[in-house]
T-cell receptor, first 113, second 112 residues
């Protein structure tokens, strides 16, 4: 049973480009969570999704950021028109249900030049 | 303001020695408390959690943590570290399993 898979591991973008980060949850998990970790800081919650639904997006910036978890395929975190301040490690976690143990991926390191 | 402080950015311990990683928090009520570990190239893994009851919590890999309400602390301990314990350790608090306030992490280095 593969763990939570995130790709790419490293992503380099120039300012103004779009970044797409993918997260495939563990088999059987229908809940996905995205976090961002800025250098020298702790993780910050961004968004919680179930299949085809956004459950909690209270941590998502209001502009340029969006997330989806379609019926088929991985969850996608999309950042439009990236800026240098978006450079961070983005972690995805999945779980089998509400308030269940979370399993984390190894993250995507986004660097904006 | 809600916050989690891990005062030590790096800690170096000899293999076989005991370990204590500190975590202090500021939160409105008694939160759920977690310790996660991230080994190089791996995802975060839950070591242990405290929701209620006995304030000394046992976790995986021989780790334990003690919740001290009066000190707002949840320090992680291990009596004898192994080289495989070298990793980064994160303390987190919150009122759900996902809406958590995270510390900035402590990197554990093991000396042979």
């Amino acid at each position: 049973n593969a763990g939570v898979m995130q790709n790419p591991r490293h992503l380099v973008r120039r300012r103004g480009q779009e970044a797409r980060l993918r997260c495939s949850p563990m088999k059987g998990h229908s809940h996905v969570y995205w976090y961002r970790q800025l250098p020298e800081e702790g993780l910050k919650f961004m968004v919680y999704l179930q299949k085809e639904n956004i459950i909690d997006e209270s941590g998502m910036p209001k502009e340029r950021f969006s997330a989806e978890f379609p019926k088929e395929g991985p969850s996608i975190l999309r950042i439009q028109q990236v800026v240098r301040g978006d450079s961070a490690a983005y972690f995805c976690a999945s779980g089998p249900g509400n308030n269940e143990k979370l399993f984390f991926g190894s993250g995507t390191q986004l660097s904006v030049l | 303001a809600q916050s989690v402080t891990q005062p030590d950015i790096h800690i170096t311990v000899s293999e076989g020695a005991s370990l204590e990683l500190r975590c202090n928090y500021s939160y409105g009520a008694t939160p759920y408390l977690f310790w996660y570990v991230q080994s190089p190239g791996q995802g975060l893994q839950l070591l242990l959690k405290y929701f209620s009851g006995d304030t000394l919590v046992q976790g995986i890999k021989g780790f334990e943590a003690e919740f001290k309400r009066s000190q707002s602390s949840f320090n992680l301990r291990k009596p004898s570290v192994h080289w495989s314990d070298a990793a980064e350790y994160f303390c987190a608090v919150g009122d759900s399993n996902y809406q958590l306030i995270w510390g900035a992490g402590t990197k554990l280095i093991i000396k042979p």
